[in-house]
C-alpha cells in the first residue's frame, strides 16, 4: 500500500472513529429515560437523587419515556419533579397535536399545487415507536424537489409563511446555495423547515430529495390522519446524518439518538443496509450504530452494513474538521462551511464577507462593512441566530 493510499486510509478510520465518539456522557436516571423500552431488560433504579439531572430529562424531550419508565420501574420521585415531568410531556403532547394539524393543512395546500411533499423525521420517526407520544416534535420538516424549492417559497409566502428577521441570511442566494432549508413561522405560532437537501449537504449529495418524496409512504399519525412520510430506511439515514448537523453541536440531542436506535431496530437489516450503500451512507450509518451503548445496538444491522466491504466513508478528511471543536465565535462559520460543496462554500464565503445592506441594518444597525468585520461579538451572535 502506497502512502497516498495508507493517508487516505488514515483518514477513513480516523473519521468512522469520531463518529463512534459522538454518543455523549449521560447520567443514570437520563440513560433510563432514554433507553426504556428498548433495552433488553429495564434498567435499575438509579440511586442519586433526580433532581440533578431533571433538567436534561425534560430539556431533552424525554419526559414522556421518563413517565414510563417510572410507572413500569415503581421508582418514586419528589412530587415536584414528577409534577415538572407530567407538564413537560402534557406540553409536548399539545405540541405535536398542534403541528399535525397545521401540517396537514400545509401539505394539501402543497399538493393540490402540484408541489408532491415528504414529511421527514416527526411524525414518521414517532410512528415506530410503541407510543407515538414518546417521540414529540415541535415542527414538521418538509422535503421538496430542488426544482420546486423557489416555487414552494412563493406559494407559502403567499399563504402568510415568512422568514423571522434574526433567521434571515446575509445573502439570498444563501437559501439556494450555501443552506439545506429555511424556516417558517406564522403569526399564528405555526413553524415548518422546508428543505431542498438534507443535511449536511456534502454527505447527503447522493440523498436526492425528489427520489425521497417518491419513495415516501403513507404513514397513520393518529386520528385517522395519514402524511407522506419518508420510509423507516430513509429516516433512519436522515437521523444518522442528523447526529453530525444537530445546530452545529453533533450528538448533543439524546432524543435523536433514540430514534436512531428505534429505527435500527424496525428495519430490515438486509434492506437498510443495502439502502445506505446506494447512497454512500453505509459506513456513517455503521460507525454511528457501533457509538450506541451496547444494550440497545441493533447487531443484525451493523453486521450487514459490515458487508459492504467497499464502501467509503465520503471526504473524512471534511467530516474530521466539522467535528471538531473551534472557538465559540467561528464554530458557526466553520461548521457551515466544511459541510458545502467547493463552489457553494466559496459562495458562502464572499456572501459572510460581503453581506446585503438590508442584511447589516436588521443586525448591526448600520451598513457599515468596518462594523461587521470588526465587531465580533455582535457578528456572532447575528450568525448564530440565523442557523
Known sequence: MGIVARSRRSAQLRAAQSLQDLYPAVGPWTAAALWHGLAPEAAPVPTTPIDSELDA?????LAPLMLRYLVQSKAEIPATAMKS?????FVWASMSHAVIASGVKVIERLEGA??????????????VYPNAMDRPYSDIDLLVARRDFAAVLALLSADGWYEQVRNRQPRKYFYRFCREAVNLVRESGESIDVHHHVPPWLWAIDFDPASLVGHAVATSVGQGIELPCLTPSDNLLVSALHIVSDKNQPGRTLIVWRDLAQLAHAVEPAHAARRAAEVGLAVWLRA????????VRPQPLIEALG???TAQLQHPRRLEALLERPPEGYRVIRSQLMRLPVLNGVAFIAGMTFPSREF??????????????????VRARRITSSQ
Open 57 to 61: 430529562i425534560v430539556g431533552q424531550r
Open 114 to 127: 402540484g408541489f408532491p411533499v415528504a414529511v421527514s423525521k416527526g411524525p414518521g420517526i414517532a410512528s
Open 85 to 89: 415531568l407530567r407538564d413537560s410531556a
Open 288 to 295: 454511528v450504530l457501533l457509538g450506541l451503548p451496547s444494550a
Open 360 to 377: 447589516l441594518r436588521e443586525g448591526l444597525g448600520s451598513e457599515s462593512y468596518r462594523d461587521w468585520w470588526f465587531r465580533p461579538d
Open 307 to 309: 458487508q459492504h466491504t
